[in-house]
């Protein structure tokens, strides 16, 4: 048996981070361990509908207060509906972005007053909070180029991937700067190799906490 464990992945667009939390579910459930999958904005059937309107490029333009609180609104939920309930049932959960998300794009880039984060995520977030968190660094312009090599369904960019390169650049930054506020959490990966040769340095961070028969 394995102990529970609350495991996200961060980074900036482009990054490779769900392709990386979907593989990580698929090694758990290899290794007899119930795991499940989820993302953030969304997880949960209100906090999908909050998606849909934070990521639409043709939203009004709107404050960073007013775009955090959509984020907090969705997490709330997603927390209530699908996060804490499987933790409490003893499966693992894999969530593709969580609060350092918020903490990268809407405080450290966003300009949001530290202590307005700070609040919503002692109101929201309080004590469930990632055992781990898997940073996948990539430069910024090879996440853009990742983007666009993608096979669309919808529109080319949501309201992030649009953004000018100086800003996707300042998102690196600040997810590296997040693993040194928090080297005990956070780990910083090379995004930039092969698929399976990052795939097995994720594991190699994560077996670590599978107990062992």
């Known amino acids: ?14 990054s ?52 955090t609180l959509l984020f907090y609104a969705a997490r709330a939920d997603h927390l209530d509906k699908l996060i804490r309930p499987a933790l409490e049932e003893g499966r693992w959960v894999v969530c593709d972005r969580f609060s ?56 080319l960019s949501d309201a992030f991937e649009k953004r000018e390169l100086a800003y996707h650049q300042r998102l690196r930054d600040g997810f590296a700067a997040l693993t040194r506020m928090e080297p005990q959490r956070c780990l910083l990966i090379d995004g930039a190799r092969e698929t399976a040769a990052i795939a097995a340095d994720v594991w190699s961070h994560v077996s670590r906490f599978v107990e062992k028969p």
């Open 100 to 155: 350092d998300s918020t903490r990268v794009y809407q405080n450290m880039v966003g300009g949001l007053p530290l202590k307005v984060f700070e609040t919503l995520e002692a109101m929201v977030v309080s004590t469930t909070r990632p055992d781990l968190t898997l940073v996948l660094d990539v430069a910024a312009e090879t996440g853009l180029k990742r983007i666009g090599a993608r096979p669309r369904t919808g529109p």
């Open 16 to 67: 490779g981070k769900s392709t990386q939390a979907r593989l990580l579910v698929e090694r758990l459930r290899a290794e007899g361990i119930d795991a499940l999958i989820t993302r953030e904005p969304g997880g949960s059937q209100f906090a999908e509908q909050i998606r849909a309107l934070i990521l639409d490029a043709a939203s009004a333009a709107h404050s960073v207060l007013s775009e």
């Open 1 to 14: 048996m394995a102990t529970v464990r609350f495991i996200t992945f961060e980074g900036g667009e482009g």
